[in-house]
């Protein structure tokens, strides 16, 4: 998505987990773990997600963390069972950056049951990929917006 903004802008809003949680669709609350109070390699957050009136948490580790380029994340789900990875890429561009979402599902085969009852939702590649894009718009108003421009 092109968005009118600086890398590092889009960077600060993306790689803060508490900020951007409040730009996504089930995600509703993220917490950092371990006394971590920024996006570092290997630091930890808590998200609580929703759906309706199910509930369910996973604890993220981030993998990247590239200032202006890129941030990723793996998701777990209690007691340590894969979920996802989910990545954020950012590129300059002529009036401003370009910033990708893209999401890789690695649960399980015999996870899958559950997860359909955990979160109600059984097209879950489906979901990601509307969720995506319902993040990038509500990013992109974000950092459109007269209050945020640096």
């Not at 969720?131 to 990013?139: E, K």
Request: net charge positive.
């Amino acid at each position: 998505m092109a968005i009118r903004t600086s890398p590092a802008a889009a960077y600060r809003v993306v790689s803060d987990p508490p900020v951007l949680i409040r730009l996504g669709e089930e995600a509703h609350r993220a917490r950092w773990l371990d006394g971590a109070t920024a996006s570092a390699v290997g630091a930890r957050f808590r998200g609580h997600n929703r759906n309706g009136l199910r509930r369910w948490v996973t604890t993220c580790r981030i993998t990247d963390a590239d200032p202006g380029r890129c941030f990723g994340y793996e998701v777990t789900a209690p007691p340590g069972v894969p979920i996802s990875r989910w990545q954020y890429d950012i590129a300059p561009a002529a009036e401003g950056c370009t910033v990708t979402e893209t999401n890789w599902l690695r649960v399980p085969l015999w996870f899958i049951p559950f997860a359909i009852l955990i979160t109600g939702v059984a097209d879950r590649i489906g979901a990601n990929r509307a969720h995506i894009g319902v993040t990038l718009q509500r990013l992109k108003q974000y950092l459109e917006s007269p209050s945020a421009r640096e």
